[in-house]
């Protein structure tokens, strides 16, 4: 039987692993399990194959000052999130392209910027 040991280590403190089509996409389940670690504001979509959330600004300069700061954990982890970014907000949209649904990676990350605030 495989065994499987959940890491106890806080999500944003966890490192992304290199992303393969071995990369387990999380179920339903696991995923409202990491999402209660996150800030309220993400949400799961029905399909359970992506978590967005949409940040608000004061205007430009701070929106794109969020936008840098997510460009370098993407960078970082080698995790990119879609963008769509407009005058005072930026919507922040995760999935595992290589899996085409969720994996760690994508929770780890929402973690991250979560901690930018
Ligand atoms: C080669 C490189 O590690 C992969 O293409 C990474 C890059 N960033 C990625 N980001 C996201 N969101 N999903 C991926 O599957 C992914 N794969």
Same mark, same amino acid.
């Given at each position: 039987? /495989?065994?499987?040991?959940?890491? /106890? ?8 692993? @290199?992303?393969? /089509?071995?990369t ?13 670690? $996150?800030? @309220?504001?993400?949400?799961? =979509?029905?399909? =359970? ?23 370098? #954990?993407?960078?970082?982890?080698? %995790? %990119?999130? *879609? ?9 922040v949209?995760?999935?595992?392209h290589?899996?085409?649904? $969720?994996? *760690?990676?994508?929770? #780890? ?6 901690? $930018? *605030?």
């Amino acid at each position: 039987m /495989t065994q499987r040991i959940q890491s /106890t280590t806080a999500l944003n403190e966890r490192q992304c692993l @290199a992303c393969t /089509t071995a990369t387990a996409m999380l179920t339903a389940t696991q995923c409202k399990a990491f999402l209660v670690q $996150l800030n @309220a504001d993400w949400v799961l =979509a029905s399909s =359970a194959k992506e978590i967005s959330r949409t940040f608000k600004f004061k205007d430009y300069y701070q929106t794109m000052a969020f936008v840098n700061a997510v460009a370098w #954990i993407a960078n970082r982890q080698d %995790h %990119h999130p *879609e963008l769509i970014v407009n005058y005072n907000r930026c919507q922040v949209r995760y999935s595992t392209h290589t899996i085409g649904g $969720l994996s *760690e990676n994508d929770f #780890i990350c929402a973690a991250k910027i979560d901690a $930018l *605030e």
